[in-house]
């Protein structure tokens, strides 16, 4: 039978959340405060996911989420 294998540590600085994860975070966080979410784009400069959505019904705005890609949390957002 074969161990579980375990994280070392040079694996463990891997990014774990993907791409599809990332926008989902965003899209949760933004749905707290916005009816209407469009989603922009997304990219990763391997420890931070970016990800831009347009929020609004009447002025459309653009919102970039900072989302730590390894850990999930959001870090900040800007206008």
């Known amino acids: 039978m074969k161990k579980p294998s ?36 997304a990219y990763n400069d391997k420890k931070t996911w970016m990800v831009s959505m347009e929020v609004g019904l009447l002025d459309d705005d653009i919102i970039e989420v900072a989302i730590d890609a390894k850990t999930g949390k959001i870090l900040g957002y800007s206008h």
Do not use: P
């Not at 993907?18 to 933004?30: G, T």
């Open 6 to 41: 375990r994280l070392t540590d040079s694996q463990s600085d891997e990014m774990i959340i993907d791409y599809n994860r990332a926008v989902a975070i965003a899209r949760k966080f933004l749905e707290q405060y916005h009816s209407s979410i469009i989603f922009k784009s």
